[in-house]
């Protein structure tokens, strides 16, 4: 059973999904959890919510970098670094996933997806914790199917992209230009990220 003011909160939380107001979702699905952290439906919408806004908020990391390197000139792209709002995007994304993880310390898509970000993030300086993570999961989920192909993907060495993650092609701008056009780049289909590893 569910008390009448983490109920409202819960009613809140979907209607402000329904209208797409993550932001306010979040905030009323937490309020919740901080209610009635035992609760079951208190639990599944607070994951859900969570989950949604890692994965948004690492798409919008990777949104930003992506337009920082186009806005760059070619030359400079390979030496590329994020900027502060690409980095911010990134921890706020592994923040969700982090709180998913201390509620529910088994929920495969949690750490699957934060080990995506973390890829993301730094694929070198982090490829120890993303190895271990994957390790973990597995621990937790013998033969889980997409684990393992996520897995297979992010860990192994990429010919492709020389480990980079980044598309190749374009390095990371998701644009070409040829006699002073610019156009949609053609193999990572305007991402910006290796079509090969890049899962996420
Ligand atoms: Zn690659
Ligand atoms: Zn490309």
């Known amino acids: 059973m569910v008390g009448d003011e983490a109920s409202a909160l819960l009613v809140e939380a979907q209607r402000c999904l329904e209208e797409t107001r993550f932001e306010d979702a979040k905030v009323a699905v937490e309020s919740a959890y901080s209610l009635e952290p035992e609760s079951g439906k208190v639990r599944d919408l607070y994951q859900q919510i969570l989950m949604a806004d890692g994965v948004r908020t690492s798409q919008k990391a990777r949104d930003l970098r ?5 806005a760059l000139n070619k030359r400079e792209r390979s030496s590329y670094r994020d900027g502060p709002m690409v980095e911010a995007a990134f921890q706020k994304a592994l923040k969700s996933f982090d709180k998913i993880l201390s509620t529910n310390p088994t929920n495969a898509k949690a750490m699957m997806l934060k080990a995506g970000v973390l890829d993301r993030m ?18 937790i989920h013998p033969g889980n199917e997409e684990l393992l192909y996520a897995r297979e993907r992010i860990v192994r060495p990429c010919r ?7 598309c190749p092609e374009c390095r990371g701008a998701g644009e070409i230009s040829a006699l002073l056009v610019r156009s949609r780049c053609p193999v990572c289909k305007g991402s910006g990220i290796c079509s090969r590893c890049g899962l996420f």
Do not use: M, P, T
């Not at 992506?66 to 186009?70: A, G, M, N, W």
């Not at 730094?122 to 621990?139: C, M, N, T, W, Y």
């Open 160 to 166: 492709h992209c020389g480990q980079s993650g980044v």
């Open 66 to 70: 992506r337009d920082e390197i186009r």
């Open 122 to 139: 730094d694929r070198h300086g982090r490829r120890d914790e993303v190895v271990r993570l994957f390790e973990k999961a597995l621990e």
